[in-house]
């Protein structure tokens, strides 16, 4: 509403998050709020799910999936929260940040020697350092990531909803609601129980498209290879803009899938498979974008704690090939991670080639036929393609396999 009653006072005031002014348009910022927005059981589900990730990349990936919702759902078509030309002028955009830092503070109590990789330490926040943009002394002098992980003593704050601010720190004996109606041990035991059983999830290599938008996918369940039945599988949101900056995330954004599983009776195994296939994507106005344009998604297994799996926190990843979608680039999973190629209509043989060169022929001669099945590839870099095959990004995939530290708070 556009004004609100001063708890204080008790006098009628301006709502100071109703809307915000964007300079160069001469005009208010705009919200469409969806339905869903105020009816989403599962934004709380999310978050905790971000929290139990083992590594800050994975943290990071997964988090941006309910932080990307609440930009769409706020901003609606046509709003301003939903392109990111213009959500940071609605001040409930603050709002929402605040909220998704109080998440990776979180995530720092609870796994406190996992953070950004030394490159993202390293970079400068632009304009932060710049006093003609940022008159604000505190901020200006900690402009370095590396700065911004000791948020209590660089940047003078702290997160509990109830209790005094003044104490600071975050505490696991601490009775005060940090989020979600919860204290800090609340959360961690939620946290922890994630790990009690696996979970399947559909997974998504993001890319910018100079706007938001949303993607819907179907699961499709093949039994022996052949294709049975398919039945709606969820939906992701990519957050974006125009002129934002070029990528393509090699690390998987993941979606939940194994509610839908159980639900339609599909029991993933040597028999039963599944492929994940993209419906439709739309921009927050309405407009379609030629689902082609997408990556082929990947299906992820994560281990339950004390699997044969190795445990909670290492995955399986199955990359299904032939279904008319190129791969990504690149795709990067961490050290411990199997990989499962294969194709579901056909009997395949796929290989790992020994030098780029033999990879971008997808030279079979010059190459390693896979046998095992799955892969647990080393750290580095590895070139695998489907033979016998048109050589095309639908049948070469590079896997990058790195090293990072790891967290055990749901293991």
């Not at 915000?20 to 999310?46: C, D, E, Q, Y």
């Not at 609440?70 to 001040?91: C, F, L």
């Not at 699961?219 to 803009?241: E, S, W």
């Not at 070029?246 to 339609?264: F, Q, R, S």
Request: net charge negative.
């Amino acid at each position: 509403t556009p004004t609100i009653i001063d708890p204080i006072g008790g006098l009628v005031i301006p709502n100071p998050f109703f809307q915000g002014f964007i300079p160069g348009t001469a005009s208010n910022t705009v919200r469409n709020p969806l339905a869903i927005l105020f009816s989403n059981p599962t934004f709380l589900t999310r978050v905790i799910s971000s929290l139990s990730e083992p590594t800050f990349s994975q943290f990071s990936n997964q988090l941006v999936d309910p932080h990307n919702d609440i930009h769409w759902m706020t901003g609606g078509g046509g709003g301003s929260m939903s392109s990111q030309t213009y959500a940071a002028y609605d001040p409930i955009f603050y709002l929402h940040h605040n909220m998704i830092d109080c998440v990776w503070a979180v995530f720092q109590y609870l796994s406190p020697t996992i953070n950004p990789l030394a490159g993202t330490l390293s970079l400068v926040q632009h304009p932060f350092g710049n006093p003609s943009e940022n008159p604000q002394e505190i901020t200006g002098r900690n402009d370095i990531v590396s700065n911004t992980l000791d948020y209590e003593n660089n940047l003078c704050y702290t997160y509990a909803l109830t209790g005094n601010p003044f104490l600071g720190r975050l505490n696991i004996r601490s009775n005060d609601i940090v989020f979600g109606g919860m204290n800090l041990s609340q959360i961690s035991d939620m946290v922890y129980k994630i790990g009690e059983k696996e979970h399947l999830y559909a997974g998504f290599f993001l890319q910018s498209m100079d706007t938001s938008y949303r993607i819907t996918f179907n699961i499709c369940h093949f039994y022996d290879g052949q294709k049975q039945r398919c039945f709606p599988g969820g939906a992701l949101t990519v957050f974006g803009g125009r002129a934002e900056r070029v990528y393509v995330n090699d690390i998987v954004t993941k979606v939940e899938i194994t509610d839908k599983l159980d639900a339609n009776y599909v029991n993933v195994n040597e028999k039963n498979s599944i492929s994940i296939e993209i419906e439709q994507v739309e921009t927050a106005d309405g407009k379609e974008i030629p689902k082609e344009e997408l990556f082929q998604p990947v299906n992820v297994l994560r281990y339950r704690r004390f699997s044969a799996g190795s445990g909670y926190g290492y995955d399986m990843f199955t990359v299904n090939f032939g279904q008319g979608r190129k791969n990504p680039p690149k795709i990067s999973i961490l050290t411990g991670t199997r990989l499962k190629l294969g194709e579901l209509d056909s009997t395949a043989q796929f290989y790992e080639a020994a030098s780029k060169e033999a990879f971008k022929e997808c030279n079979v001669r010059k190459s390693n036929l896979l046998t095992s099945e799955f892969e647990k590839p080393s750290v580095g870099l590895h070139y695998y393609f489907l033979g016998h095959q048109e050589c095309s990004d639908q049948t070469r995939l590079t896997v990058n396999v790195y090293w990072a530290p790891r967290n055990d708070v749901a293991s």
